[in-house]
C-alpha cells in the first residue's frame, strides 16, 4: 500500500509539473477567459495567449510609429525655433517681436509634444514588462485584462487627438499670435503669416499623427485575426 501510495503521488506531481511548466509560452492560457461586452462572439473561440500576443504585437507596432512621430516632429519644430532666435540678431530691432513670436509658437509646440504625449508611448513598454516579468504558469487572464484596456486607452487617445477641437485649438492659437502682432505692434503682414504658417505646421503635425491603434482594436474586437 506504501508503493501503491507513493506511485499515486509521484503521478500526481508529473501530472502539475506537465500542466503548468511544459506549457512553451512565458504565460499559461486560461480556458474560458472573458471577452469585452463590445467583442463580436467569435473573439472567445480565440486562444487567450493568441490574444495577449496580437494585442502586444499591436502596442508594439504603434510604440514604434509614435515614437518617429513625436521625436521627428519634436526635433523638426525645435530645430525652426531655434534658428528663428539665432537670426533674430541680424533682424532690425523694430521686426525682432515677429521672430520672437515665432520662437515661442515652436515652444508651445514641442511642450505640447512633452506633456501630452501619446499614451502608447507609456502602455506598450509597461505591457511588455509586465509579460516577461510573468512567472512561468501565470493565468493569462489577468494579464489580457489589463491588455485589452491598454489597447483601448491608446485608441481613444489617437482618437481624441484627431478631434475637432484640436483642429480648432489649432487655428485659434495661431490666429490670436497673428492678432498678437496686429493689434499690438500693427505687424499685420507678420501676423498673417505666423498665423498661417503656424496653422499650416499645426494641421499637418495633427493630421500625421499615427492612428493605427483605432482599426486594432476593432480587428481585434471582431476576433478576426
Excluded at 75 to 82: F, Q, R, V, Y
Excluded at 125 to 146: D, F, K
Amino acid at each position: 500500500m506504501t508503493f501503491a501510495r507513493a506511485a499515486i503521488a509521484v503521478a500526481i506531481f508529473v501530472a502539475i509539473f506537465v500542466a503548468v511548466f511544459a506549457t512553451p509560452a512565458t504565460v499559461r492560457a486560461a480556458a474560458g477567459c472573458p471577452i469585452p461586452e463590445t467583442a463580436d462572439p467569435l473573439l472567445a473561440g480565440v486562444d487567450s495567449t493568441r490574444r495577449l500576443e496580437f494585442i502586444d504585437a499591436r502596442l508594439t507596432s504603434a510604440e514604434r510609429k509614435a515614437r518617429i512621430w513625436t521625436y521627428g516632429w519634436g526635433g523638426g519644430i525645435a530645430a525652426a525655433g531655434i534658428g528663428t532666435l539665432v537670426a533674430v540678431p541680424f533682424v532690425a530691432p523694430e521686426n525682432r517681436v515677429d521672430w520672437y513670436t515665432g520662437a515661442v509658437s515652436a515652444g508651445v509646440g514641442v511642450a505640447t509634444l512633452i506633456i501630452v504625449p501619446p499614451v502608447v508611448l507609456d502602455a506598450a513598454p509597461a505591457l511588455r514588462a509586465q509579460i516577461a516579468s510573468a512567472a512561468p504558469g501565470t493565468n493569462v487572464c489577468p494579464l489580457l485584462q489589463g491588455a485589452e484596456a491598454d489597447l483601448v486607452r491608446v485608441a481613444r487617445d489617437e482618437e481624441r487627438q484627431g478631434g475637432w477641437y484640436v483642429h480648432l485649438g489649432n487655428v485659434l492659437f495661431n490666429v490670436g499670435l497673428g492678432l498678437f502682432l496686429g493689434l499690438g505692434y500693427h505687424h499685420w503682414e507678420a501676423g498673417a503669416i505666423n498665423a498661417a504658417v503656424g496653422t499650416a505646421v499645426g494641421e499637418a503635425l495633427i493630421l500625421t499623427r499615427p492612428t493605427a491603434a483605432i482599426d486594432d482594436l476593432e480587428t481585434y474586437r471582431s476576433g478576426r485575426f
